[in-house]
């Protein structure tokens, strides 16, 4: 794929957006995901399956509504976030059922490499929005919003992110994931999620530590030179 990305307050914008418009409402998003997604962030993957038009809907919005460089930052940031969540539903849902992310493709190819999200009529992968567009945006609280369908990933809200308290939204999600059963945090010994070993240097900017940033949300004071190792990552379906 030949990227046309124009990188602008460290987001794309796709050529193809006719004239400047408003961000789009995601409330029929935040509907679908009080329906199907319970308080532990799992997915009810057969209901939503029965009702899969409404989810092409908003899908149909958002790739009518690519981002534009008049949108502020959060604007752009919560229709990445949307974005990733909404195409990751539809991808598990178009090969439900399904007892993993991972079994979606074929031996050589990922599914999160898959070409098939739609937006201002060009088609992305999950790692094109993710990697190429929303990691580039340099806010790490992102990891925690974004939900790969599977166990060990950080949970699927059931709201969608809105630029209007999108701060708010991200610290908790961070805070909610961090404090989680995804990491054992001790002062002197902490079990962390792959994610902060796959994604360290998000964390470490501006001179910062991983467990600095992990302390900025960690509901107990981790020592700087405490010991670190990873627990394994589950991508066992996130499903109810």
């Known amino acids: 794929m030949n990227y046309f990305y124009i990188f602008l307050i460290g987001l794309v914008v796709s050529t193809s957006a006719v004239h400047s418009q408003s961000a789009p409402d ?9 329906n199907y997604v319970d308080e532990s962030g799992n997915v009810n993957y057969q209901k939503f399956k029965a009702n899969e038009q409404k989810l092409d809907k908003y899908l ?7 981002p534009q460089n008049s949108w502020s930052e959060n604007e752009k940031k919560a229709y990445l976030i ?13 090969n439900y059922p399904v007892e993993s992310i991972k079994d979606i493709g074929g031996f050589f190819s990922s599914p999160f490499s898959h070409e098939f999200a739609n937006i201002g009529g060009e088609v992305y992968s999950l790692d094109d929005i993710e990697k190429g567009m929303l990691l ?17 990933c950080p949970k699927l809200w059931n709201e969608a992110y809105v630029a209007s ?3 708010q939204q991200l610290d908790k999600a961070a805070q909610s994931f961090i404090n989680s059963d995804k990491n054992k945090l001790s002062k002197s010994k902490v079990e962390l999620s792959k994610i902060f070993k796959w994604y360290a240097s998000d964390f470490e900017s501006e001179g910062r530590t991983v467990i600095d940033f992990i302390n900025t949300y960690s509901n107990l004071k981790i020592n700087e030179d405490a010991s670190i190792s990873y627990l394994d990552y589950s991508w066992e379906l996130n499903e109810q």
């Open 26 to 34: 995601h409330e029929s998003f935040s509907k679908l995901l009080q």
């Open 60 to 66: 149909n919005i958002l790739k009518n509504n690519p």
């Open 82 to 94: 949307n974005a990733y969540n909404a195409f990751t539903i539809k991808l598990i849902l178009m």
């Open 136 to 152: 580039k945006m340099n806010d790490p609280r992102v990891h925690f919003a974004i939900n790969c369908a599977s166990e060990s």
């Open 165 to 167: 308290k999108l701060d």
